[in-house]
């Protein structure tokens, strides 16, 4: 019931905003100008004509497609991939391949793959050249597997980019989340974990691992999407650091370029994003990532450094990923320094409004609770937890055994938020039925 | 003598039909017939595509692609009794490559309790508008088939088998993904007292 409560609050809300938007008539005058007789003419035309009919409604829907998604368009449209057929992004595009459970692999612009096989656990891909971002949900089952040449990357829930030149038999695997393991050309099993970059030369029966430096923790698939195609050069040589099997010296690199058109770049496939100066503090990546109990784990040992030099913004999420994880001490402390640091701020009035969670959680302390709550409508009587706020007060007096003020607060909740969440237990506190 | 009423004007016709008359002016690009569709529908369509997306800037433009993508593709109709749920379905799946799209393109991004902004926001219904940017983040999190399947459910109302009929799937399906979709509601809803407030049962 309480689902249906919620939906049909948002619905009502939503309601009210359609209600008042002129986008219909925008979006019929557009229909009308000129979109919808472009879109039928073209279909008109295909039906009029038995002998160019199929074709003539291939090249009009080949348009149509052109014309609709009208705007600059980074990727190709998604695909969800059958077993067995080859997927080929174009020259210029990123292929995105989705796939049931939420996984997806968007191959770089060049790239080619096949899905050999799917089933409930997974699929197995073989990606024949090129570079692709790999993001595999993560369930209790989940079994996937990425070939690349005679190398197997097997995947239980992970993002990682990596990379396979068929011509210099060189894999490149960079970890954005999670870890992988490698097998193959005698590699035997090689883990990698999250921010590792690694480069495989398979040679004559024997991996040869090159050292590359760590790379960044961000990694998505726009990073492919914005990259260009790498350019037609020559490989350098590699250097081999760590042979797996030294029973064969690497010899250098003399053979003609690839008869692909891309070489493995120097560049780490995953790149940060270039507007940004610094990466941010590893426990604000993982808390991006729903990853409390690693956020904090990151950032215990340096609470009182945040609390005096992070922004009111990282701060509440501090003070959240703490109480998520169980730390209300340490929720408090962050909240507190946020309200010494940032006072009067729309922030502050937030951090008020979370300590008086804290204190309510569990029972802890109704009376403080219900003087945070109290505070929160003080400095931000408009703010945006206002009528929670005030719902959350009344519970809170009422729980301290302040009933005269419950009750006061509760005809304050009932003038003002008649139809709220609370106004049974505003009602009761007065009396009503 | 009664005299014979003169027949209503063909586009009149199109807009009071059950359906049959709009299909067949369609086929034919009847150039009345992509308005009386939009009439009939748009207010629907654009309710689906809110419900699923939130209110939001790309509205517009989705809205009409739906429209575009019946036109092109109303020959696939072949009952007009479905030409409401096959055109709900066309706002279903765009809506889908819509929540497919921008989620290749979202950055690392954290929901605490608020977002506030730095400004004092203008005096209105603060309250109203939280709970439903909440819920907007939290259906953010959700997988897309997911996310699809509890919009239409529990905002816009359908019953299970007109969802799992926007969505074309079955409804054992159907119903796997609002369980699930309930669970990770639930689950992430304590991180956001405005939605967790109506999620928690009356006292």
Known sequence: MTLERLGREIAKLQDEELANSRRRSLVRARLMGGSAREATRHVGRARDSVHWSLALAAVAIAALVGFWVGRPSMTQTPTVPRAGAWQTASESAPLPLEFSDGSEIVLAPRARARVVERDENGARVFLERGRAHVAVVHRPSTRW?????????????TQFDMQWEPGEE????????????????GLGVRRVTTGESVRFACRAGAAVEEHVSESPVASSPLAIASQEPAP????????????????????????????????????????????????????????????????????????????ESADSANLLTLANVARLTGHVEEAQRVLLALRRRFSRSPRAAMAAFDLGMLSADRGRDAAGAARWFATYLDEAPQGPLAREALGRLMETESQAGHAARARD?????????????RTDLAKSLLGHE | MPTALAAPPRSERVRKDDGTALLDALRVNDSDAAAALFDRYGEHVERVLARVLGVDSELQDLLHEVFIRALVGIADVRDPALLKSWITSIAVFTAR???????????????????????????????????????????????????????????????????????????????????????????????????????????
Do not use: N
């Open chain 1, 409 to 421: 607060t509760a005809r304050q909740y009932l003038d003002r938020y008649p139809t709220g969440p």
């Open chain 1, 170 to 185: 060189l894999l490149s695997v960079t970890m954005a989340e999670g870890k992988v393991e490698i097998t193959g050309c």
């Open chain 2, 97 to 203: 490559e819509c929540i497919r799209r921008r989620s290749r393109r979202r950055w690392l991004k954290f929901l605490p309790w608020s977002e506030v902004p730095e400004q004092v926001a203008p005096p209105f219904d603060f309250a109203g508008s939280e709970v439903l940017r909440a819920t907007y983040a939290l259906l953010d999190r959700l997988p897309a088939d997911e996310r699809i399947a509890f919009t239409l459910r529990f905002i816009d109302g359908m019953e299970l088998t007109e969802t799992a009929s926007a969505c074309r799937v079955s409804l054992a399906t159907i119903k796997r993904r609002l369980s699930r979709a309930e669970a990770r509601l639930r689950a992430a809803a304590q991180e956001h007292p405005a939605v967790a407030e109506w999620l928690e049962e009356a006292r």
């Open chain 1, 145 to 157: 597997g990425i070939e690349a040449g005679p190398f197997e990357v097997a995947v239980t829930g």
């Open chain 1, 232 to 307: 037609t050069t020559a490989p350098k040589a590699p250097t081999p650091s760590e042979p797996v099997h030294a029973s064969t010296s690497l010899q250098p690199m003399t053979s003609a370029p690839s008869a692909q058109p891309s070489a493995i770049s120097d560049a780490p496939i995953a790149t940060a994003i270039a507007s940004t100066p610094a990466s941010p503090p590893e426990w604000q990546a993982l808390a991006a990532a729903s990853r409390y109990g690693d956020a904090f784990a990151a950032v215990e040992s340096m609470l009182d450094r945040e609390c």
